[in-house]
């Protein structure tokens, strides 16, 4: 991606460090930006304990003594901070506000000792106790503590992405060096007679060009899900797939593209895992069938009222039948940067969206972490719960 007047806007990623920028370096740079977010202090106090005076205090919601928690002295050596339950951001805006973990020090020459505790009577209780003489202490103290307040930051927010690579076609070379180099050519430097004007001109209609030729690239990227950005939202309304505000972009695109190749390739075994490895991405691990050995001898867990009795319990009654040649399951596990509720919403509403679309009416499906077990799937089954 080369910078300056030959550069495209908006950049693409691509080419070495010295001449560009690549996907890698920009993931990279999305993922430490994540980083530095959640990592910083929700607030930081420095109080007298003995007065209850606020020398200092800084929050991510706003600074000031008259912003500080509330202090209340339980007894003696030991305080209590609170916290409101919410604090508005700076577009009104409110959130909950969740102590996680805290720092505690006294300051000055005393040699005080500070232990805490979180979510007791309190918010946060802090115990000083002199080191020498074991007696209780009503130092000044510091106070910093981590933990949630606004949504949580994602790669998305700092325009990153997961499927995000380097561009084929912009990545080493811009459109509008390549149609300037090809005018100058083309015209050369005797086309007109005042030094100047035609490198002006050349360089004027090489960015014209070269929009050109992008607009043409946009055309063919936002003509599947897959590739689409501009019209992602189009490509939503269009395969119905189910968004809520803190889905990042590139997990939308995940969705409608495993949709789309679920609703227009056939029911084959390899189109269905790979419309499920689209859609899981980094949470897949594994699709299983279970085939047996010919269709003369059932599998284990088969039911067939006269043909193939097997286990009683497997019965449905009304001449059911039951077996897992017809049973779908997929192996997957939960990354560590997805929270509970992401992963099993993944699980529970687009996953279930994908096969219940594409699996015949026969087949039913499930899904198992990698040290789980599948529900229904064992003698176990659903008697466990009752």
């Known amino acids: 991606m080369p910078f300056g007047g030959f550069s495209p806007l908006p950049l693409r990623l691509g080419a070495d460090p010295e001449q560009g920028w690549s996907s890698q370096a920009q993931s990279r740079l999305a993922a430490d930006l994540v980083a530095a977010v959640r990592t910083v202090p929700l607030a930081e106090l420095t ?5 209850g005076a606020v020398i200092s205090y800084s929050a991510q919601y706003g600074s000031g003594p008259g912003l500080a928690p509330t202090f209340t002295t339980i007894s003696a050596g030991h305080f209590g901070f609170d916290w409101a339950s919410s604090y ?9 506000w969740r102590i996680r973990a805290a720092e505690v020090g006294a300051e000055g020459s005393a040699p005080v000792a500070v232990s805490y505790l979180l979510d007791q009577t309190h918010d946060l209780e802090i115990w000083c106790t002199n080191q020498l003489t074991a007696a209780t202490a009503s130092p000044i103290v510091a106070i910093t503590v981590w933990g ?6 994602q790669i998305g927010d700092y325009d990153g992405a ?10 080493d070379s811009s459109y509008c060096y390549d149609w300037f180099l090809e005018l100058q050519a083309m015209r050369g430097s005797a086309y007109s007679k005042t030094p100047g004007n035609v490198d002006a001109e050349n360089f004027a209609m090489a960015r014209q060009f070269g929009a050109l030729s992008r607009n043409a690239e946009k055309l063919e990227a936002n003509s599947l899900p897959g590739t689409s950005d501009e019209k992602l939202e189009t490509w939503v309304q269009i395969l119905g797939i189910s968004t809520r505000q803190r889905d990042q972009r590139f997990e939308i695109r995940q969705r409608a593209e495993a949709k789309l190749k679920a609703a227009t390739s056939n029911a084959q075994p390899s189109d269905i895992d790979d419309a499920v490895a689209a859609l899981l991405g980094d949470s897949f691990v594994a699709a299983h069938r279970i085939r047996g050995v010919s ?13 193939n009795p097997g286990d009683a319990s497997y019965s449905l009654g009304g001449g059911a039948w039951h077996s897992d040649r017809s049973f779908y399951w997929v192996q997957v ?3 560590a940067s997805a929270t509970d509720s992401d992963f099993f919403r993944l699980m529970g509403v687009d996953f279930f969206e994908l096969l219940d679309l ?7 499906f499930g899904w198992a972490t990698s040290d789980g077990f599948i529900l229904g799937e064992s003698l176990l089954g659903f008697g466990a719960f009752g």
Do not use: V
């Open 333 to 335: 596990t939960q990354p």
């Open 88 to 96: 508005q951001d700076f577009q009104e805006t409110y959130h909950a």
């Open 47 to 51: 109080i007298d304990t003995a007065t």
């Open 295 to 307: 269709l003369d001898a059932a599998t284990p867990a088969t039911y067939w009222p006269t043909i």
């Open 358 to 364: 594409r699996l015949p009416a026969h087949m039913t």
């Open 162 to 171: 997961t499927d995000k690579t380097d561009s084929l076609t912009e990545g």
């Open 148 to 153: 949630d307040w606004l949504p949580e930051r």
